[in-house]
């Protein structure tokens, strides 16, 4: 089961299936923007979901872009 942050992000990928999203993209539909977290607290919740939806048999649901961010896999899209 996702968390409501894990939700958010997901849904943020989702409404833009095909683009790469920044960290701080990410961030801004997980988190208010009153609300300020590390940047690589959005690796960790990158790597709960991708554990996540892994266990539900959907491998590659949330790409890597080295040096760019992350964008939605063949599996979430």
């Known amino acids: 089961m996702l968390t409501g942050i894990e939700f958010a992000i997901l ?3 989702l409404a833009r299936p095909a683009h790469v999203l920044g960290r701080d993209m990410v961030m801004a539909n997980a988190y208010a ?3 300020h ?3 690589r607290t959005v690796d960790s919740h990158i ?3 991708r554990a996540k939806l892994a266990a ?6 949330i790409e890597t872009v080295h040096g760019v961010g992350f964008r939605l896999g063949r599996c979430g899209a």
């Open 56 to 61: 539900a048999g959907c491998t590659d649901a």
């Open 11 to 13: 849904k943020g990928f």
């Open 33 to 35: 923007g009153n609300i």
């Open 37 to 39: 977290v590390a940047d």
């Open 47 to 49: 790597r709960n979901i």
